[in-house]
């Protein structure tokens, strides 16, 4: 009996599809595990921790057995929230951070989005050598790594008096390209049929941009917020060059600080540091896909 070549066909197609989901899964798999590990040990004690982890977390006055292997383990042997209870009602100073965190991300990510839409609208609706060599500046700004610019915001930061405020954070991440660049390339996307009928319809400028370029770039401005808040949420550079007290740190940088003796805390702190950040990203997963992949295959 033979096969048919569709059923063949459909055959060989499956079998891709449960590789490839086997693949997915594995990696899946692997890239979660730090996460998952970090919620676990929130609920583990201290001393399970240091006996789990082994010499890792091992400091020198520190007494009891200590394994000189390393046992991950997901289920803590005692379900313990005294970390918990430290970190939100005992210790003010990581809420205190944490808000330091919110202040800094939530003006950052509102006047980025804000600005990005318009300079978008600029570049796509009127077109010019001028503007495209400007575009093209906004690029190779967006290329270069944070840490290139730094000193350079440094040292404006400085003429402008502004170190140790909370416009030092401000002012660069207001401004940052990428959003732009990202906008940009979505509103180009827009059919210029559409813009042209509004136009015949009588729409002006402002109609065009709030009635249909705003409404469409929906996906583009989900996906923005995210990776703007993703970036600053977790921002450890910016705070440590620019803001010199450490009480206007945000709980990315107080992180990086906490001792192995705190380390049942940090894993707690890091939980529920995480929580915004997940939130946000599995509400609009959807747009964040959608968003990167349409600018990526726009025509300019």
């Known amino acids: 009996m033979k096969i048919k070549p569709s059923r063949l066909k459909y055959k060989k197609r499956h079998k891709k599809s449960v590789v490839l989901f086997v693949i997915a899964l594995v990696m899946a798999v692997f890239f979660m595990l730090p996460t ?68 800094y991300t939530v003006p950052v990510l509102i006047v980025q989005v804000v600005i990005a839409v318009f300079a978008a609208y600029s570049f796509t609706r009127f077109r010019g050598r001028v503007k495209e060599i400007l575009f093209f500046l906004y690029i190779i700004l967006m290329l270069l790594p944070y840490q290139v610019t730094l000193v350079p915001n440094y040292l404006v930061t400085d003429w402008l008096g502004l170190l140790d405020t909370k416009w030092a954070i401000w002012l660069p991440g207001m401004t940052s390209p990428f959003s732009v660049f990202l906008f940009t390339k979505f509103m180009r996307r827009i059919p210029g049929s559409l813009i042209e009928a509004a136009k015949i319809d009588g729409a002006g400028e402002w109609q065009i941009f709030s009635k249909i370029c705003v409404p469409l770039c929906k996906g583009a401005m989900v996906s923005v917020t995210i990776l703007i808040f993703i970036d600053y949420w977790n921002m450890v550079e910016q705070p440590l060059i620019l803001l010199k007290n450490e009480e206007m740190h945000p709980l990315s940088v107080f992180l990086s600080k906490i001792n192995s003796s705190e380390i049942s805390l940090a894993f707690a702190v890091a939980t529920v540091y995480m929580v915004p950040g997940i939130l946000i990203f599995l509400y609009g997963e959807e747009y964040l896909v959608e968003g990167i992949s349409y600018s990526g295959g726009l025509k300019g």
């Not at 929130?42 to 082994?54: D, T, W």
């Not at 205190?96 to 965190?101: E, H, I, M, S, T």
């Open 36 to 103: 998952v590990l970090t919620i676990a040990n929130s609920f583990m004690s201290p001393q399970e921790i240091k006996a789990n982890y082994g010499m890792v977390f091992n400091d020198e006055e520190s007494a009891g057995y200590i394994s000189k292997k390393v046992n991950l383990k997901f289920i803590p042997d005692m379900v313990t929230f005294k970390q918990y209870a430290a970190v939100l009602f005992n210790s003010p100073e990581y809420l205190l951070k944490f808000w330091n965190a919110v202040i």
